[in-house]
């Protein structure tokens, strides 16, 4: 029988909880914590720190998920009945939202927890191998947490070992420039000492780290750090995933989602445990009875698709059959399941087991193409991404579906594949990272208009930091939305 690591997250349930304390990282009262020489009692203790790390995700959750995604200009009005949602939409935002507090304080749950493991195994009982290889896991784990925190506020505490007293929680600020050489750094040592396959679906391994490195350098490359020199860089380590041999795009775009395994093109995948909660994407997009959908997709979006784009014609459903001969809004298919819902029985089912794509190989053609046509042109940046338009026709054999690109200047493919990421990751938590690095938040503007309370602005490209760490650790609020 295959191995899930969401099966080993029931047994680690406790452990988890002792090791995360407070549910904000950087609130814990330190006395109330386990000393490692009481936890770590033997080898098998080590291995089970580190899966418990993954305890902490998704970082992608209900909540943030909705901030996320909202704050973006692929989306239309939420139901009123949202709360929070709304204001998200109308870009304003407060310090004490719970989508804020959620996204700062789980991501640094990760990292308390990575750094408690850290300090630990060097002294562990293991073989060497043994031990680089969970130092990698560990080392993995708090990058791809730090990746989440700069990107969403800047400059944000870096602690790199577990506190051991309450001054050691309140830390200043680190610059970003800083956070993203400790992200490179732990990425490296990853990508150089993860396994070459995972222990178990959902576990980390070697090309994880590669995948994850070309999305980091992309991110570089582009606002506000503006490091061009990192293109090259995002452009290797994505040929390095396309070229492993290890991953396949899957011929028909609907059969990428609404599975509870990985797929050809998985690379790193959340994994749920059937009928103990699941996918949070589901309840915010499906527009069934009794659902509020927050994440609904604009008229505008959905008349941007090429003609016959599985992605319009599966991933948004329009003129779908509801109760009573009702018809429903547009909503997208891609996490949400639609069976039942002309009875009405949907309406009990708030989450779906469906996984959730962290990487994908079609993101790794998508990195690719932009950066081969930021280094050298787009002449040899049409064959990674005319591969993700070729599989998302829906009539193969027919090159009027989603033809392929051609003739394009560098501005004009640059603008194209800013929309193909758009088209194909919609929902799945790129596409704010996607307006901030390219500089394009200004997009949401242009859409909304006199929807919004404030107008955009260059304080967009950072969260409010939560209200609590302003006062508990006395760090500086980013720029107000006004």
């Known amino acids: 029988m295959k191995r899930y690591i969401t099966y080993a997250l029931l047994i680690l349930m406790m452990m988890a909880m002792v090791i995360s304390g407070c549910k904000k990282a950087l609130e814990e009262d330190p006395k109330t914590s386990i000393p490692p020489d009481r936890f770590f009692k033997n080898p098998d203790s080590y291995e089970l720190a580190v899966t418990g790390i993954y305890s902490g995700l998704p970082l992608y959750s209900g909540n943030t998920a909705m901030m996320l995604e909202m704050c973006t200009d692929i989306y239309g009005t939420p139901s009123t009945a949202a709360e929070q949602a709304l204001p998200m939409y109308q870009n304003a935002p407060a310090d004490f939202y719970y989508n804020t507090r959620d996204a700062w304080g789980n991501a640094f749950s990760i990292i308390k927890n990575a750094n408690f493991v850290l300090e630990a195994l060097p002294k562990g009982p293991l073989e060497e191998l043994k031990k680089k290889q969970l130092m990698a896991e560990a080392r993995f784990l708090r990058a791809y947490a730090y990746f989440y925190l700069v990107q969403l506020y800047g400059d944000v505490p ?31 040592y990853a990508e150089a000492n993860l396994p070459e396959s ?31 020199q990192y293109f090259a860089n995002a452009k290797e380590k994505a040929v390095a995933v ?16 609404h599975k509870t395994v990985y797929t050809s093109e998985s690379i790193w ?22 659902y509020n959908p927050i994440l609904v997709p604009a008229d505008w979006f959905i008349n941007s698709f ?15 059959g509801g109760p009573n001969g009702t018809t429903l809004n547009p909503f997208f298919r891609k996490f949400a399941d639609v069976s039942g819902v002309a009875s009405g029985t949907t309406s009990s089912r708030a989450v779906v087991s469906y996984t959730f794509p962290y990487l994908r190989l079609a993101e790794m053609y998508l990195i690719a193409a932009e950066a081969e046509n930021e280094v050298n042109g787009p002449a040899g940046a049409y064959t990674y991404i005319n591969e993700i338009r070729k599989r998302a026709r829906v009539d193969k054999a027919n090159v009027t579906n989603v033809p392929d690109l051609s003739g394009l200047s560098q501005q004009q493919f640059r603008e194209a594949a800013w929309m193909e990421r758009k088209w194909e990751l919609s929902l799945e938590g790129s596409t704010w990272f996607d ?47 006004k």
Do not use: C
């Open 158 to 188: 870096m602690p790199v070992k577990p506190a051991t007293d309450y001054a050691n929680l309140q830390m200043p600020r680190t610059a970003q420039t800083e956070i993203y050489k400790l992200i490179l750094d732990d990425l490296t």
């Open 198 to 228: 995972a222990t178990a679906q959902g576990r980390v391994y070697k090309l994880v780290s590669t995948a994850l490195l070309a999305k980091v350098y992309l991110t570089m490359a582009g606002n506000p750090l503006k490091q061009t």
């Open 242 to 257: 396309i070229s492993s041999g290890k991953f396949q795009l899957v011929n028909d775009f609907a059969s990428v989602f």
């Open 269 to 290: 995948e959340q994994l749920y445990v059937p009928g103990l909660g699941g996918n949070p994407v589901h309840g915010l997009t499906l527009t069934a009875a009794t």
């Open 306 to 320: 090429a003609t016959g784009d599985q992605r319009k014609e599966w991933g948004i459903v329009q003129n779908y």
């Open 435 to 481: 307006l901030k690095r390219t500089n394009t938040l200004q997009n949401i503007q242009n859409r909304r208009g006199a929807g919004l309370i404030n107008p955009i602005g260059t304080y967009n490209q950072t969260w409010l930091i939560p209200d609590k760490e302003i006062v508990n650790n006395n760090i500086a609020q980013n720029p107000s939305y």
